[in-house]
């Protein structure tokens, strides 16, 4: 009963409405795909116009097109609601060493608190499921086989796969060190590779498997992304992440000694790349749950193995209620983009000013929405794909999401004749102070604090 909650809670934040930017790109460029064209070069901006492109997701925005076209709105957030249930489910599984139902709910309630910030409906949630899979195999030693084809559909919807493969290594390590059993380590490594090498079957042919090497080559971009820098620890979800990093610590010497190694190898390697990088705390507080789950055993009165009629028909309600609550959620709004200048946007639309040759400078957020919005149509200054974007063109987003002192070149370097921006931003200041640019129009977005301004090159300086 209490696993079917876990996954009740999963499901349900999962449903929630579709927010993300990156998200917003990625079911674009799945409509390009399916309307016949899959693009190699940017068809997006026009600071990288013709750039080569690897889209590393083609898969998952093919998957998002495909289930939007059927379901529209309502199947993508329910197709989220099923991965994220699933994440939920292997992991209440991963969680059975601790029998007790107090010991297996504390040791998946940090990843799940996690989740309903961090798993959303970008790629990685792909990856996620990928990961849980591959530990679930190495834990249960399980028939390494199927991860052939959940590793081909890792490699062709997100950038993490070599996270598997390092995790089966990690793991491996742990067994040589507790007793050198590494036959089936070995086969779910064979497997997984196998499964690896398969992914270069695709469109876009083998350079999805050395994406992630060019994509960590460019440190000096991703450090200025928030997802790549280490946690702060102001927010209560990378709290909560810390804290249960504190607890498995201490729960060390509570480990069997035969297979202690197993646990806590994993767990240290990805809790470093999770102290690294905010992006690697989702994975992170995976490898936690065997953890706690084994030092927290016993803990508790409920044992997860008994069971009457009672439980069986309880658990059936349960379900029966994940239904309604799912179904539930389902029936609001499909898209909240009351973070985005939809109010602003409309108006430049009816002013014939989102048009292919118009140029619009905003930050990399409203570069994805416009995609969306557009389906393409209006080339974008920038958006959140700063894998493909020249060095060149992040420093002068930079420039001007700092209010840094070339601002006026950046906008005459690219011909800038229209910037939609935040009002309270200092780039706003800064227009409203020079003679170049006039402010057209001020928007309050509705559901939203922020308040968005419009301005063009005066007549005065033309384009």
Same mark, same amino acid.
């Given at each position: 009963?209490?696993?079917?909650?876990?996954?009740?809670?999963?499901?349900?934040?999962?449903?929630?409405?579709?927010?993300?930017?990156?998200?917003?790109?990625?079911?674009?460029?799945?409509?390009?795909?399916?309307?016949?064209?899959?693009?190699?070069?940017?068809?997006?901006?026009?600071?990288?116009?013709?750039?080569?492109?690897?889209?590393?997701?083609?898969?998952?925005?093919?998957?998002?097109?495909?289930?939007?076209?059927?379901?529209?709105?309502?199947?993508?957030?329910?197709?989220?609601?099923?991965?994220?249930?699933?994440?939920?489910?292997?992991?209440?599984?991963?969680?059975?060493?601790?029998?007790?139902?107090?010991?297996?709910?504390?040791?998946?309630?940090?990843?799940?608190?996690?989740?309903?910030?961090?798993?959303?409906?970008?790629?990685?949630? %792909?990856? /996620?499921?990928?990961? &849980?899979? $591959?530990? *679930? =195999?190495? @834990?249960?030693?399980?028939?390494? #086989?199927?991860? +052939?084809?959940?590793?081909?559909?890792?490699?062709?919807?997100?950038?993490?796969?070599?996270?598997?493969?390092?995790?089966?290594?990690?793991?491996?390590?742990?067994?040589?060190?507790?007793?050198?059993?590494?036959?089936?380590?070995?086969?779910?490594?064979?497997?997984?590779?196998?499964?690896?090498?398969?992914?270069?079957?695709?469109?876009?042919?083998?350079?999805?498997?050395?994406?992630?090497?060019?994509?960590?080559?460019?440190?000096?971009?991703?450090?200025?992304?928030?997802?790549?820098?280490?946690?702060?620890?102001?927010?209560?979800?990378?709290?909560? %992440?810390? /804290?249960?990093?504190? &607890?498995? $610590?201490? *729960? =060390?010497? @509570?480990?069997?000694?035969?297979? #202690?190694?197993? +646990?806590?190898?994993?767990?240290?390697?990805?809790?470093?790349?999770?102290?690294?990088?905010?992006?690697?705390?989702?994975?992170?507080?995976?490898?936690?749950?065997?953890?706690?789950?084994?030092?927290?055993?016993?803990?508790?009165?409920?044992?997860?193995?008994?069971?009457?009629?009672?439980?069986?028909?309880?658990?059936?309600?349960?379900?029966?209620?994940?239904?309604?609550?799912?179904?539930?959620?389902?029936?609001?709004?499909?898209?909240?983009?009351?973070?985005?200048?939809?109010?602003?946007?409309?108006?430049?639309?009816?002013?014939?000013?989102?048009?292919?040759?118009?140029?619009?400078?905003?930050?990399?957020?409203?570069?994805?929405?416009?995609?969306?919005?557009? #389906?393409?149509?209006?080339?974008?200054?920038?958006?959140?794909?700063?894998?493909?974007?020249?060095?060149?063109?992040?420093?002068?987003?930079?420039?001007?999401?700092?209010?840094?002192?070339?601002?006026?070149?950046?906008?005459?370097?690219?011909?800038?004749?229209?910037?939609?921006?935040?009002?309270?931003?200092?780039?706003?200041?800064?227009?409203?102070?020079?003679?170049?640019?006039?402010?057209?129009?001020?928007?309050?977005?509705?559901?939203?604090?922020?308040?968005?301004?419009?301005?063009?090159?005066?007549?005065?300086?033309?384009?």
């Amino acid at each position: 009963m209490v696993g079917w909650l876990v996954v009740v809670v999963a499901a349900t934040s999962g449903a929630a409405a579709l927010d993300d930017n990156s998200f917003l790109t990625h079911l674009t460029t799945g409509r390009r795909i399916l309307d016949g064209h899959l693009p190699s070069t940017d068809p997006y901006s026009f600071t990288a116009h013709g750039h080569p492109w690897v889209i590393q997701s083609w898969f998952a925005s093919l998957l998002y097109a495909l289930t939007d076209k059927v379901g529209h709105g309502v199947g993508l957030r329910l197709m989220v609601a099923v991965l994220s249930g699933v994440v939920a489910a292997v992991l209440w599984r991963l969680s059975r060493p601790g029998r007790s139902v107090v010991a297996r709910l504390a040791a998946v309630a940090p990843p799940i608190l996690i989740g309903i910030v961090a798993w959303g409906e970008r790629p990685l949630l %792909f990856g /996620l499921v990928g990961f &849980v899979l $591959v530990l *679930l =195999v190495l @834990r249960e030693e399980r028939d390494p #086989r199927w991860l +052939l084809p959940v590793m081909w559909v890792w490699v062709n919807t997100h950038g993490s796969f070599p996270l598997g493969l390092a995790l089966i290594v990690a793991y491996g390590i742990g067994v040589w060190c507790d007793d050198g059993a590494l036959d089936h380590v070995l086969r779910t490594l064979k497997w997984c590779v196998l499964g690896t090498v398969l992914g270069a079957v695709n469109p876009l042919g083998p350079k999805l498997l050395w994406f992630p090497i060019e994509l960590l080559s460019k440190q000096s971009v991703l450090s200025n992304m928030v997802e790549w820098k280490a946690p702060t620890f102001t927010d209560i979800w990378q709290r909560i %992440f810390l /804290l249960a990093v504190l &607890v498995a $610590v201490a *729960l =060390v010497p @509570r480990l069997p000694a035969g297979r #202690r190694y197993r +646990l806590l190898l994993p767990m240290l390697l990805f809790t470093g790349l999770g102290l690294t990088a905010t992006r690697n705390i989702a994975l992170a507080s995976f490898l936690l749950v065997p953890l706690l789950a084994t030092g927290l055993s016993g803990l508790g009165s409920l044992v997860s193995g008994t069971r009457s009629r009672t439980h069986t028909v309880a658990a059936v309600a349960l379900a029966a209620l994940a239904v309604v609550l799912v179904g539930t959620r389902l029936t609001g709004p499909s898209y909240d983009l009351s973070s985005y200048p939809t109010a602003a946007v409309a108006w430049l639309g009816t002013q014939g000013r989102l048009g292919p040759d118009h140029r619009i400078a905003t930050r990399d957020t409203v570069g994805n929405y416009l995609e969306f919005r557009t #389906r393409g149509r209006t080339r974008v200054f920038v958006d959140d794909r700063v894998d493909m974007y020249p060095e060149r063109v992040i420093d002068d987003e930079k420039t001007l999401l700092t209010g840094g002192a070339k601002w006026k070149a950046v906008l005459a370097r690219w011909d800038i004749d229209t910037v939609l921006w935040e009002r309270n931003e200092a780039l706003s200041s800064l227009l409203a102070e020079s003679p170049d640019w006039s402010l057209v129009r001020t928007f309050h977005e509705p559901d939203s604090p922020t308040r968005w301004v419009v301005y063009e090159r005066s007549a005065a300086t033309g384009r």
